[in-house]
C-alpha cells in the first residue's frame, strides 16, 4: 500500500509563503502524474496543481501565479510552493495521484493564512 506523509503546513499572515512537501513510497513515483488537493472546512476536495511524470504542470484558476508545483523523482517527492497567501488558501492540504487520488490519503497538512 502507498504511503503518502505531507509536512511543511503552518500558520502564516496574508501574502506569506509556505512549502509544503509530499513524500510517497510508491516504487511507481516517477512515471505517474501527482497533485496537490485542499480540503476547506464544509467544502468537497479540490485539485490544487498536478504535475505529470516529466514536469508538465496545471494549476487552478485560484492559485495561478501564486503556487508552483515541483518533483524529485529520485527522493519521491512532489513540492508546492506557496507564494502570496490568501485568507481562502486556509485548508488542508494533501498529494495524490492525478487524476482520482486512488491512493489511500494521508493525514494532510493544516494551512492557515489569517492576520
Known amino acids: 500500500q502507498v504511503q503518502l506523509v505531507e509536512s511543511g503546513g503552518g500558520s502564516v499572515q496574508p501574502g506569506g509563503s509556505l512549502r509544503l512537501s509530499c513524500a510517497a513510497s510508491?516504487?511507481?513515483?516517477?512515471?505517474?502524474?501527482m497533485g496537490w488537493y485542499r480540503q476547506a472546512p464544509g467544502k468537497q476536495r479540490e485539485l490544487v496543481a498536478h504535475i505529470a511524470a516529466r514536469g508538465s504542470t496545471n494549476y487552478a484558476d485560484s492559485v495561478k501565479g501564486r503556487f508552483t508545483i515541483s518533483r524529485d523523482n529520485a527522493k519521491k517527492t512532489v513540492y508546492l510552493q506557496m507564494n502570496s497567501l490568501k485568507p481562502e488558501d486556509t485548508a488542508v492540504y494533501y498529494c495524490?495521484?492525478?487524476?482520482?487520488?486512488?491512493?489511500?490519503w494521508g493525514q494532510g497538512t493544516q494551512v492557515t493564512v489569517s492576520s
Open positions: 495524490n495521484i492525478y487524476p482520482g487520488g486512488a491512493w489511500a
Open positions: 510508491a516504487n511507481i513515483f516517477s512515471i505517474v502524474t
